[in-house]
């Protein structure tokens, strides 16, 4: 059974600073991950994927993500945090080696608070 | 805009009711999957269809079903409601081949009384 964590429910970081929001992954194949934004009162946005290739995965609204195999992690980043940002955050896993049909399993989610 | 679409908005009804909700996934999306988000459970899986037939399930109550047209849309229908199907009903899209983003809909906001 594939599995994700944030273990953090809520990160705050001053305006201006960077931020980091973390996850980890259990699956028994080559992991699919996915991170998404939702602000309130709306549905999730995509923000950046990886698949494979380079660890290091752009995104989104300057964000960027790290995949490292050997950690299991793949944790959202992003030099210089803005209010804007302020949201709910969540990390996503799926089975790349089951085909089309596999599942994706998301995490909690970390609430996302940057302060002005 | 993800270019999903679901209706309606909001429903408010009672216990023991019956109520669908409609999803209409991105242009050329052949796969549908359905999600609950509640305060309590997060964000859980309830079911996918692929070009008309189920091809996964999470975890959906049997008094809970749905299904996806010849044209693409997919509709959940929820029967003898309680108090605690109370949450935001999301429905997402992928054009599923491997390594597919899923797009998400605005979702559906469900108040059981």
């Known amino acids: 059974a594939q599995s994700v964590a944030q273990p953090e429910d809520q990160v705050n970081v001053a305006e201006g600073n960077p931020l980091t929001v973390k996850c980890t992954y259990s699956v028994s194949g080559n992991p699919y991950l996915f991170w998404y934004v939702q602000y309130p009162n709306r549905g999730l946005q995509f923000l950046l994927k990886y698949i494979t290739g380079d660890n290091l995965v752009k995104g989104s609204y300057g964000f960027e993500a790290e995949f490292n195999k050997s950690q299991t992690s793949f944790h959202l980043k992003k030099p210089s945090a803005l209010v804007s940002d302020s949201a709910l955050y969540f990390c996503a896993v799926r089975d790349g080696d089951s085909g089309g049909y596999q599942k994706v399993t998301f995490g909690t989610g970390t609430k996302l608070q940057v302060i002005p | 805009d993800s270019g999903v679409t679901q209706t309606p908005k909001h429903l408010i009804t009672a216990t023991g009711q019956r109520v669908t909700l409609r999803c209409s996934p991105r242009s050329g999306d052949l796969s549908v999957y359905w999600y609950q988000q509640s305060l309590d459970q997060g964000l859980q899986f309830l079911i996918q269809?692929?070009?008309?037939?189920?091809?996964a399930k999470g975890n959906i109550l049997e008094r809970f079903s749905a299904q996806q047209f010849p044209d693409l849309h997919s509709e959940l229908n929820l029967s003898s409601l309680e108090l605690g199907d109370s949450a935001l009903y999301f429905c997402?899209?992928?054009?599923?081949?491997?390594?597919?983003?899923?797009?998400f809909g605005p979702g559906t906001r469900l108040l059981v009384l």
């Open positions: 269809y692929y070009n008309g037939e189920e091809r």
């Open positions: 997402a899209s992928s054009v599923n081949l491997p390594g597919e983003t899923q797009y």
